[in-house]
């Protein structure tokens, strides 16, 4: 069978072809992150807004690390399909967004080039929590969120005092420093840099982490970079809604049929998908609001309300899921406890969230309807990945505020105590800080005190010491070592 390209497009069914000619688009996105989260919603958005505008708005996208997606791509003239999964049946078709993918490592000297390219007005990030390098449990509230001692970002500081010749910066949030401050030095040509990572405030958070690089680098003239950067980069909030399970290679044999040429970079989602983005671009951008983007003031109750009922419930299904032997999402949701759990959540969740957002009731019915889509195959374990650094996003502000009004948080204590459950040696699921979570047990053996040195590696030194909560949660866990779950 042949591979996708550009020569294959007129011989896929019409249906199935991209909005627009891929030879009419430049680079003037870039974006970090090139998992199938990115190709499956901003690349969207951004071929429609294209194609509707008729503007030639192209995306270059880096990938942090592995090069295999970028070489997939560019076998594939930067072609890929996108398949929607409908409970009825999928939709599938090929997105002409991309002008280019490279690789952070490989490709330093054209992302240093891209960075400072004036017709480049939008960088934009998924790189998930991890790329963050934020100091365990801060906000821009409570002063720096970079971890200088980070052993990826220290390294990083230290090129940056090498002077002229040294190696390019190695994480993405000191590749971003050294371009904008390359960027900055060449005459300050505005750029805004959107993160679509799953944060509270992320805008705020990358854009304090990346002046903290510039203000520990070495670089002489840095408070001018800095200077130049309060004026001329803007750093919007925004909210990324589609559920994106990592691709199978069911995924690749369905998309194969269906286009008859290979596609090994093709993604699927879920019908649902929306953006919601704060309205203070510093230069052009693509108009995505022609594809149902939403521009707003301010993206903060949406943000908490995606992120506390959507993505807490979808970890307190991973969790518990798995505890009980579950696979999937809909696997989980087809259970007597999950609709009753993701509902009840949300209902304990509910005041804490602030006005202005989507009524929470209303939310978690859609939410129901969305797990449960049957063609999804959403694994609990993808979800599962990273806790360490989700949990402080999704579930522990809520419980402080809960806490601090004496309002019980019985359902917040059942999704602990699954994630506790799943931080022991015998059933981890991946995360950075997997080895110390492992060794809160083999510490702290009496499960009141493995609870207490779990939430203390979360940097939540303050609910460890809550003594009801962590009696709460260890409470919990002998039923769920039984697979039982009790909402
Ligand atoms: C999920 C998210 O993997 C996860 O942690 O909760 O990726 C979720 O599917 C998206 O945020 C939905 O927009």
Redesign the pocket.
């Known amino acids: 069978m042949p591979r996708l390209d550009r020569t294959e497009l007129r011989r896929l069914p019409p249906e199935c072809r991209p909005a627009l000619d891929p030879g009419a688009l430049r680079t003037r996105v870039v974006h970090f992150g090139l998992g199938a989260?990115h190709r499956a919603?901003q690349a969207l958005w951004t071929e429609q807004a294209a194609a509707r505008s008729g503007e030639p708005w192209g995306i270059t996208a880096v990938a942090p690390r592995s090069a295999g997606t970028a070489r997939a791509l560019r076998e594939q003239d930067l072609l890929y399909s996108l398949t929607e999964r409908r409970p009825e049946g999928g939709a599938t078709r090929v997105v002409a967004a991309l002008t280019g993918a490279l690789v952070l490592t490989e490709d330093a000297a054209r992302v240093a080039a891209l960075l400072a390219d004036p017709e480049v007005t939008v960088v934009t990030l998924t790189v998930t929590e991890k790329g963050y390098h934020r100091l365990a449990g801060r906000t821009p509230c409570d002063g720096a969120v970079l971890d200088r001692k980070d052993p990826a970002v220290a390294a990083d500081l230290e090129r940056t005092a090498a002077g002229p010749g040294a190696a390019p910066p190695a994480t993405v949030i000191g590749r971003l420093a050294s371009g904008l401050a390359a960027r900055m030095r060449a005459g300050a040509a505005p750029v805004t840099v959107v993160s679509c990572d799953?944060m509270a405030d992320n805008g705020a958070v990358l854009g304090a982490a990346v002046r903290e690089f510039v203000a520990a680098s070495g670089w002489p003239d840095r408070e001018t970079v800095l200077d130049r950067m309060a004026t001329a980069v803007a750093f919007p909030g925004t909210v990324?809604?589609?559920?994106?399970?990592a691709t199978a290679e069911s995924d690749l044999a369905r998309a194969a049929a269906v286009l008859g040429v290979r596609d090994t970079a093709a993604v699927t989602g879920e019908p649902y998908r929306s953006w919601v983005l704060e309205d203070i671009f510093a230069a052009p951008r693509p108009p995505w609001e022609l594809d149902g983007a939403l521009l707003v003031p301010d993206t903060t109750p949406y943000q908490l309300t995606?992120l506390r009922l959507?993505?807490g419930s979808?970890?307190a299904l991973?969790y518990l899921g798995l505890a009980a032997g579950r696979d999937t999402v809909a696997g989980a949701l087809d259970t007597d406890w999950g609709a009753p759990l993701v509902r009840g959540l949300c209902a304990e969740l509910a005041p804490t969230l602030p006005p202005g957002g989507p009524d929470p009731a209303d939310y978690a019915a859609e939410l129901v309807t969305r797990f449960r889509n049957p063609a999804m195959q959403?694994r609990l374990r993808?979800?599962?990945?990273?806790g360490s650094l989700?949990l402080p996003e999704?579930w522990l502000p809520a419980l402080r505020t809960l806490r601090a009004a004496g309002t019980p948080t019985p359902l917040l204590e059942l999704a602990l105590a699954g994630w506790v459950h799943t931080t022991h040696p015998d059933r981890q699921a991946a995360d950075p800080a997997a080895e110390t979570l492992a060794g809160c047990w083999s510490t702290h053996p009496e499960p009141t005190g493995t609870v207490r040195a779990l939430l203390t590696a979360l940097g939540a030194a303050d609910l460890a010491d809550d003594t009801a909560l962590t009696g709460a949660i260890a409470a919990r866990l002998p039923a769920l070592r039984a697979g039982r779950i009790e909402v």
């Open positions: 989260f919603h799953n990324v809604d589609r559920i994106v399970p995606k959507l993505n979808h970890s991973a959403h993808q979800i599962a990945a990273d989700k999704r």
